[in-house]
């Protein structure tokens, strides 16, 4: 149990890349503080996680909300005993493309792809410099690395998360008090969120199909396959990891056609 004496956050756990990720977390042997706006799917989670036999409780949190990131720091303090990892994973997607996106749509996404990060960030760097440092997991995307004519606010916000993560990173303050900040650069996953898109089109198995094609293996990814790339960034096998990406895209992102 590798991860046995932690205890953190998770956002957006109450499905998708979150789920998994809160689950993972768990089995490896740490306590998952899981947060969403979504309660039932949240209370889904915490369910999933203790009759795997892990720690799990569950919080609503709005990750816009200052507040709402302290509230979920410290359940995990006294629920736990500590706070020492943290998983900003919270997001949301708008497809539009950029003439057609209204201002409030657009600071809707950054609310919450861009400022939820940045608070879940800044929260959690302030309660790891009062306690000896912990590990900070930014969900970004493969669109952090490139663009999509038709996610233009979910590709601005993306691209904005690794350029924190970055600058999280490299402050020598944060670093030598033992606290590391790295994100990962998913592709298209097995989600609720793209399993609606899918249904949302004239033909779900053409869309499937489209869009897997652009993969070398021809599929995209198991939320659980980056899952254990978080539980990787959390533990200690991963110390002199800082300030970094690791791409979990299936090849997608190395090739050109």
Same mark, same amino acid.
Not at 75 to 80: A, D, I, N, Q, T
């Given at each position: 149990m590798e991860l046995d004496g932690r205890f953190g956050v998770v956002t957006g756990a109450a499905q998708g890349l979150g789920r998994e990720s809160a689950l993972a977390l768990a089995a490896a042997g740490a306590a998952v503080v899981c947060v969403d706006v979504n309660v039932s799917g949240t209370d889904e989670t915490v369910d999933l996680v203790r009759a795997a036999g892990g720690k799990a409780v569950g919080l609503k949190v709005d990750v816009s909300k200052i507040a709402d990131i302290d509230a979920a720091? !410290? =359940?995990?303090? #006294?629920?736990?005993g500590g706070f020492n990892f943290i998983h900003n994973n919270a997001g949301i997607q708008l497809e539009k493309p950029l003439h057609e996106t209204s201002s409030?749509?657009?600071?809707?996404?950054? !609310?919450?792809? =861009?400022?939820?990060?940045f608070n879940g960030c800044r929260q959690a760097v =302030?309660?790891? =410099?009062?306690?000896? +440092?912990g590990s900070i997991v930014n969900t970004a995307s493969a669109l952090s690395l490139s663009a999509d004519p038709y996610l233009s606010a979910y590709t601005a #916000?993306?691209? +904005?998360v690794l350029g924190l993560t970055r600058a999280i990173g490299v402050d020598p303050t944060y670093a030598q008090a033992g606290i590391r900040c790295n994100c990962i650069c998913p592709g298209d996953m097995a989600t609720p969120m793209i399993l609606q898109y899918w249904d949302s089109t004239?033909?779900?198995a053409a869309a499937k199909a489209e869009m897997? #094609?652009?993969y070398p293996a021809r599929r995209i990814g198991n939320p659980a396959e980056v899952a254990n790339v978080v539980v990787f960034l959390v533990s200690d096998r991963s110390s002199y990891f800082n300030a970094s990406h690791l791409i979990?895209?299936?090849g997608l992102l190395a090739q050109v056609y």
């Open positions: 720091i !410290d =359940l995990s303090r #006294s629920e736990f409030e749509e657009w600071q809707r996404v950054l !609310d919450i792809n =861009l400022t939820g990060v =302030l309660a790891m =410099l009062e306690t000896g +440092g #916000s993306k691209h +904005g004239p033909d779900p897997e #094609s652009h979990v895209d299936g």
